[in-house]
């Protein structure tokens, strides 16, 4: 079975820009997260999304969104680019079958603000 | 609000030695928890976990034990090779405090570098 995988793996973007990531799960998975990974914050839960509604959010700006797909397939975009968005960006599925549910991670996106 | 503690790394061991890092947590639910392991410019593998009190959790050769006692799940290998290099993160789950399972509590995470 393939897991998550995420697109594109690297990016290099401008501050100010926009950027789309994409996060396509496990297939079968219901439930898409994304976390940011920064040397200085740790690993930093941004939203879940589960059948195509946001079911949570983290403590992060209103520039990072993110949406789900009826095929579960997720996008997180994040405008107006900071410096401080330079991170490891990780997505994670599960089958949100319930409370004992496990995450598995995809390889990640690193982002680089100029 | 829920936390995760690890020990502060890195831990430097030489190959077929002990390995414990330890993790305790702070939770108002009952949570699940888990043991991530991060390789060089990897995503995070789901190492083991276990979900409620006294379950031990294993996966090639690592062991960790729930304990709401002491709040603690401490992650144990009995001998570690150099493959096991990588960052081990502790974390958990509290879907009866966050709504949800699918939002994870990270510690620190523990960078683990053994030499032969």
């Known amino acids: 079975k393939a897991g998550v995988t995420q697109t594109p793996r690297y990016l290099i973007k401008t501050r100010g820009q926009q950027v789309t990531l994409s996060c396509s799960p496990i297939?079968?998975?219901?439930?898409v997260s994304w976390y940011q990974q920064t040397p200085g914050q740790g690993l930093q839960f941004l939203f879940e999304?589960?059948?195509?509604?946001?079911?949570n959010k983290g403590n992060f700006p209103g520039r990072f969104s993110g949406r789900q797909f009826s095929n579960s397939r997720s996008e997180m975009n994040v405008s107006t680019l900071e410096l401080g968005d330079s991170a490891l960006y990780l997505c994670?599925?599960?089958?949100?079958?319930?409370?004992?549910?496990?995450?598995?991670f995809g390889p990640g996106t690193r982002l680089t603000v100029t | 609000g829920n936390s995760v503690t690890q020990m502060e790394g890195p831990v430097t061991l030489s190959e077929e030695a002990f390995l414990t890092i330890n993790c305790t947590y702070t939770a108002t639910g009952y949570p699940s928890l888990f043991w991530y392991v991060q390789y060089p410019g990897e995503g995070l593998q789901l190492l083991l976990k276990a979900t409620k009190a006294d379950d031990k959790g294993s996966n090639k050769g690592f062991e960790a034990t729930y304990r709401k006692e002491t709040t603690s799940f401490h992650l144990e290998k009995g001998s570690v090779q150099v493959s096991d290099s990588a960052v081990y993160f502790c974390a958990l789950s509290d879907p009866l405090n966050t709504g949800t399972a699918s939002k994870l509590t990270f510690g620190t995470g523990t960078r683990l570098q053994v030499t032969l």
């Open positions: 994670a599925s599960s089958l949100a079958t319930g409370a004992r549910d496990e995450q598995y």
């Open positions: 297939s079968g998975h219901r439930s």
């Open positions: 999304y589960f059948s195509e509604t946001q079911r």
